[in-house]
């Protein structure tokens, strides 16, 4: 029977996926809704992007073994990068009008770092969306009997993702996204009051985990744990920002005053509801200790669905099961998305010429197609956790990506040179010490590489540079030449811009 009620949800959200698809005419409408996504749909679209297999199965796994220590990168760093994203990052971003968050490292740098953080972009990705399909062989193994299995699940997951993706793009995925919001908070909040029913109310549970500890957070007073703890807080916190997914919310939004606020919201939101599985998980310990002392060292993923089919009614299987197939599928439909439109725009449509938008949208698909096989290929042969997929997926963001943006929009004397030094220098020292490092290092790969990258930026800019600057702070005539084909090729492809876009041009 609960089988029968997933498949049919899953046939549903398909064809809703599809419906959105005719909204779907030119690039700009499969890449960033054409921007015209209202408020209550950029908040609903960030909080259900982030709230995905991570949140529901992986975050209650570490929650249980470590308490808020282990968590310090998400939900906390990963709601703190949306917040910071509204407040901070998305109104320079939206004003600039552009397509993928790579077209930013084009007009601020040049085409070589353009590519270089695109690659590093796309790349980290593998690990956020190969963590949701996982996730999704796991629950049709579960909620079938085994009668489905792990594999099988993965293919039948992103195989039905893809479909309305493929076709339907951002909008697809922004009309999904505000339905699943709307699943997720009200399967949460029943099966929570289902559980808590079942142990005595809230109360009893978090005077439990506090007594056990769980809710120590800050480290203790020693150097090295010290700065393990920021490593781990900036990871999810600034290794998220240079994300094509974050930078579409952005983009997609009706006017800039809604990115703004839309991020905020969603991330505070996120953050609100991460503490209910969370919740969940850790009632198991109180309602089955003989089940949860058996999976916590092996399998401790399966902790909270499996409570969730030993101890609850149908209905709230199917509420829980319902919320937890639409955290996926809307973080999985985002992240197949987010990166083939930046591979598309930043790699291929460069390297093939000139393109009508006809045919580069469907370059965007084909692009979409490959990645989701990929990444299935890539879920299968993976045996990290789902926690640790989606935390090590924004390392290489961290110390190639974030600091060439950072500096880019907040510092003026940023040049084509220090970006390149940046990406560089933070990779040579993240992957030395992953290569070659001990085990445990004082300074953690991410956070190592992240310095190094920072220096990269100062030292690289400081230097005497004859490289052109794509953005020189004078008028000269290559900026004037340079903008001049820029109007050219606006006006040879007026699909791409509004005619009132290529006037301001």
């Known amino acids: 029977m609960l089988l029968w009620f997933v498949i049919a949800y899953w046939i549903v959200s398909v064809g809703i996926g599809l419906y959105a698809a005719t909204r779907v005419h030119n690039t700009k409408d499969f890449a960033i809704a054409g921007r015209h996504l209202p408020f209550y749909m950029v908040t609903a679209t960030v909080f259900a992007t982030w709230f995905g297999s991570e949140t529901v199965l992986g975050i209650p796994a570490i929650f249980l073994k470590d308490g808020l220590h282990g968590v310090v990168s998400d939900p906390f760093g990963s709601a703190m990068c949306l917040i910071l994203v509204g407040l901070f990052f998305a109104v320079p971003l939206y004003r600039m009008n552009l397509l993928t968050i790579g077209d930013f490292y ?50 039948i997951g992103s195989g039905t993702i893809l479909i309305y993706t493929f076709f339907g793009g951002m909008w ?101 509801f991460a503490f209910v599985p969370m919740f969940l998980a850790y009632s198991a310990t109180l309602i089955d200790p003989k089940m949860v002392e058996g999976l916590i060292d092996t399998d401790p993923q399966m902790i909270l669905p499996n409570l969730v089919l030993q101890h609850a009614p149908l209905f709230a299987q199917v509420m829980f099961f319902g919320a937890l197939l639409s955290a996926i599928k809307s973080c999985a ?43 299935t290929l890539y879920a299968m042969s993976s045996d990290a956790s789902i926690f640790k997929m989606v935390e090590s997926a924004y390392q290489i963001t961290l110390v190639a990506a974030f600091i060439p943006l950072l500096a880019g929009l907040f510092w003026k004397r940023a040049t084509h040179q220090g970006a390149l030094a940046a990406i560089f220098a933070g990779l040579a020292v993240w992957l030395s010490i992953h290569l070659f490092g001990p085990e445990d290092p004082f300074l953690p ?44 090729e606006h006006v040879a492809e007026p699909l791409h811009h509004h005619p009132s876009e290529v006037h301001k041009h």
């Open 106 to 155: 084009k007009k601020r740098y040049g085409r070589s770092v353009e590519v270089l953080t695109t690659l590093a972009i796309v790349i980290s990705y593998l690990g956020w969306v190969g963590a949701q399909i996982t996730a999704l062989g796991l629950v049709f193994n579960v909620v079938s009997g085994g009668e489905i299995s792990k594999v099988a699940g993965m293919w």
């Open 445 to 488: 790969a991410q956070f190592a590489g992240l310095l190094a990258s920072a220096c990269g930026m100062v030292i690289g800019s400081l230097l005497p540079n004859r490289a052109h600057n794509p953005l020189p702070e004078e008028p000269s005539h290559a900026y004037l030449r340079h903008h001049a084909a820029s109007l050219t």
């Open 333 to 375: 439909s985002a992240t197949l998305l987010a990166p083939s439109v930046t591979f598309t725009e930043n790699i291929l449509k460069p390297l093939m010429g000139t393109m009508t938008d006809r045919k580069l949208l469907l370059t965007m698909r084909s692009v979409t197609l490959v990645f989701t096989v990929a990444v």
């Open 172 to 272: 697809a995925v922004a009309i999904t996204d505000f339905l699943q919001m709307i699943i997720i908070v009200v399967g949460m909040l029943f099966i929570g009051h289902e559980i808590s029913g079942q142990v005595g109310g809230v109360g009893v549970v978090v005077e439990h985990a506090r007594q056990a500890g769980k809710f120590e957070f800050w480290p203790t007073l020693d150097a090295k744990e010290i700065i393990a703890f920021a490593a781990a807080w900036m990871t999810m916190m600034f290794g998220s920002i240079p994300q094509q997914d974050v930078f579409q919310r952005v983009q997609s939004a009706k006017t800039e005053r809604i990115a703004v606020w839309g991020s905020v919201l969603g991330g505070g939101l996120y953050f609100l």
